[in-house]
């Protein structure tokens, strides 16, 4: 249950950006223009957000520390 619901809600707040957002742009003469800006809006911050998302599940480094200090945590925490 962790990771589900997160990725659910956002995708479809994204999605719903941009599938239905362009549909609700009122006619004018930049109309093909926001509704472009729209979708590439969605598609990007849902890119970014999953990136960031998923780069904290799995980590490609720990915190480095010097052997005193582990020593030392592991004398103070046990």
């Known amino acids: ?3 589900e619901i ?5 995708t479809l ?3 719903a950006i941009g599938i239905l957002g362009p549909f609700l742009v009122p006619k004018n003469t930049d109309r093909g ?4 800006m729209l ?7 849902y890119t970014f957000w999953l990136v960031a ?10 915190p480095r ?3 005193k200090v582990i020593i030392a945590m592991q004398r103070e925490w046990s």
């Open 13 to 15: 707040f994204w999605a």
């Open 39 to 45: 979708a590439l809006t969605a598609v990007c911050c």
């Open 1 to 3: 249950m962790g990771i």
């Open 33 to 36: 223009l926001i509704r472009t």
């Open 53 to 62: 998302y998923l780069c904290q599940l799995n980590p490609l480094f720990g």
């Open 65 to 67: 520390l010097p052997a």
């Open 6 to 10: 997160p990725m659910i809600v956002v």
